[in-house]
């Protein structure tokens, strides 16, 4: 890392979080021991008035971002979170906003015909109900292979929870996973098709997911292009999860741009927040996060 050329974000609500707050402290030293000014090279995003680097950001007159007090790190993607970075690297981020704006419009809507976040909910409370408690994202898109991950704690964290919004012992839970198109078409599908029933199959399809570029016909005996295999592919996934009987929806977008990662964003948030309402629990909280936090401080703390 060539310090002179290099901006930290340094990104915790609390401050508090150990692995982030010791990387930016181990950083911190190395800039101070080579002479280069504090504030030429850290940010942060943190809480608007409290919390660790709100009080060093005061301190040390850092340039500082807010995150909303009342957004959850796992919803924060498209708050200076997610925004800023994304805004440093050349990022439309005002077509990001704009992506799920558009979504918002649908998360409103009163029409369960019409209402995406809401027949997406559904369909996974639905079907948890009938012990298909594993969800499985599988975008056909390797620009999507992060997607799935960030999805995978946006819905692990906001709906297993062990009590309901009447302190009542619930342990709800839907259990994600991800698997990429096609590579894992190849590998996990076997499990998927002739497994355990357990599972929903969210399969994200990009009509357009890059250039045109053809394969040579002498190694498929006619024209076709990387494109039209990819879709080949992936329909033929679904067919065959149908066919075995097993639960799968597919989401399909025009290509993978800000505006229609901004409208994927807000519709698993939006969904998000529909599972709790059906599971009657706080999504937006984690007890569960915040215990290992605490045991793992605490263990720092008591080390000789």
């Not at 190849?186 to 053809?214: A, R």
């Not at 067919?239 to 399909?252: A, C, Q, V």
């Amino acid at each position: 890392v060539n310090l002179e050329r290099t901006l930290f974000i340094v990104v915790s609500k609390s401050g508090r979080t150990p692995e982030i707050i010791s990387q930016y402290h181990y950083f911190k030293q190395k800039i101070e021991d080579q002479g280069l000014t504090h504030n030429n090279h850290f940010v942060f995003i943190t809480d608007p008035e409290t919390g660790v680097l709100r009080d060093l950001a005061n301190e040390l007159n850092t340039t500082t971002f807010s995150i909303p007090q009342n957004v959850g790190g796992r919803f924060s993607v498209l708050t200076a979170v997610g925004l800023v970075p994304a805004a440093l690297i050349g990022i439309d981020i005002q077509a990001l906003i704009d992506g799920a704006k558009e979504m918002r419009q649908s998360f409103l809507n009163q029409n369960p015909e019409e209402n995406l976040p809401f027949q997406l909910a559904t369909i996974q409370y639905l079907l948890d109900k009938k012990g298909k408690n594993i969800n499985v994202m599988m975008p056909y898109s390797q620009k999507l292979k992060l997607f799935a991950d960030w999805y995978k704690q946006l819905l692990a964290e906001s709906i297993g929870k062990k009590l309901n919004n009447k302190g009542e012992e619930v342990f709800t839970g839907i259990t994600p996973t991800s698997a990429l198109g096609v590579t894992d078409q190849h590998s996990q599908s076997q499990l998927y098709n002739e497994g355990p029933n357990d599972k929903l199959i969210i399969i994200i399809k990009v009509e357009k997911p890059g250039p045109k570029l053809m394969i040579p016909a002498s190694a498929m005996g006619k024209e076709l292009s990387f494109t039209e295999l990819l879709h080949i592919e992936q329909n033929a996934t679904t067919k065959s999860l149908t066919k075995n009987d097993r639960p799968n929806i597919t989401i399909e977008i025009p290509e993978v741009t800000e505006h229609t990662l901004g409208q994927l964003f807000f519709l698993f948030e939006a969904a998000t927040a529909f599972l709790g309402e059906f599971y009657q629990i706080n999504a937006f909280d984690q007890p569960g996060v915040e215990l290992s936090k605490i045991l793992t401080k605490e263990a720092v703390e008591n080390l000789p």
